[in-house]
Structure formats: C-alpha cells, structure tokens
C-alpha cells in the first residue's frame, strides 16, 4: 500500500515540476534552445530538439531505480511514478494534443478536451513571451485561459502583424 501511495504522490508532484520546468527553463532563455523546436513547427523527421527533455527525465529515472534498488527501496517506486508520469505525458501531449501517432483522433468533450484545447491555446502564442497553460494533466478552464491571452494583448498584436504582412504595397525587402 505505502509503494502505491508513493507511486500516487510522485505522478501528482511530477506534474508540478513540469509545470515549473515547462514555464521557466522551457520558456526561460536557458531552456528555449530546445523547447523552441516545439514551437516552430519547421523540423523535419520525427524527432525534435525539446525530445531531449525527455531523455534527460528518463536518466533521472534511471538514476532513481539504481539508488532505489540498491540503497533505498522507497526511490525505485519513486521512479515508477515518474515513468508513469512520463507515459501519460506522452499519450496525452504527444498523441492526442500534437497527433504524433499514425491516425487523427480530437476529443469532443469533457476532460481530454480541455486539455487539447489549452495546450492548443498554449501554441496560439508566437515565440516563448505570453504563453498560457503550462501543464500536461492539468489545464486551467479554457475560457480562462483565452481571457489571459485576451488580457495580454498578444492575440492583438499578432493580428496585427499578420495583417500587416497582407497590406497592400508592403515593401517585401
């Protein structure tokens, strides 16, 4: 029971954590080298820089399963709950938000569509400044969420930009 409860506690904290990760070092200046890769939408292949991220949490986990075994037994269900975490990360944010699988499938209602739509609302912003919805398991009602975007004036000013761009008799140089 203590092993589930612990398995339990780590997937609920490692949202956090990559809440905090996602909003100040993937949108920070340190961070953005990677994550920009998953904001561009230029890459080719299947792979992108930000699955870096990935790799790194897997040798965290890998870490924690050696120290788990070997010298406190309560790390290794500690890195069971972070890998869970990380398969509900990549169903959810890989799959079903950014369909990297071979079929198409968007939630019409209840939870999963709430998280597609804010991590939707997440990618309407250009470049790391005024992004909203930071979680993977966790969105914030979307309505929310386009009231923040709304406040920022950022949907404006890239309406804007794009309407600029379409002006006649812009000079293209």
């Known amino acids: 029971m203590t092993e589930l409860l612990i398995v339990l506690a780590t997937v ?4 956090g954590f990559a809440y905090s990760v996602h909003r100040w070092i993937m949108h920070g200046s340190w961070g953005w080298g990677w994550h920009k890769s998953h904001h561009d939408h230029d890459h080719e292949g299947t792979f992108e820089k930000n699955d870096l991220y ?6 965290f986990a890998i870490a924690l399963f050696a120290l788990g075994s070997r ?7 500690v890195a069971v ?5 990380g398969v509900i ?16 499938a ?19 912003v250009e470049g790391r400044e005024d992004c ?3 979680g993977f398991v966790y969105a914030p009602p979307v309505d929310d969420l386009k009231a923040q975007l709304h406040r920022s004036g950022v ?13 006649p008799g812009r000079d293209d140089a």
């Open 12 to 15: 609920i904290a490692m949202e």
């Open 71 to 77: 010298w406190w037994p309560p790390l290794w269900w």
């Open 81 to 85: 709950g972070m890998s869970v975490y």
């Open 155 to 167: 949907l404006a000013r890239r309406q804007s930009r794009h309407r600029d761009a379409w002006r």
């Open 89 to 104: 990360y990549f169903f959810v944010h890989d799959g079903l938000v950014h369909q990297r699988w071979p079929f198409r």
């Open 106 to 124: 968007v939630p019409r209602r209840g939870y999963l569509r709430r998280l597609y739509q804010a991590h939707r609302l997440h990618h309407a």
């Open 132 to 134: 909203v919805s930071f």
């Open 54 to 59: 990935a790799v790194v949490f897997s040798v």
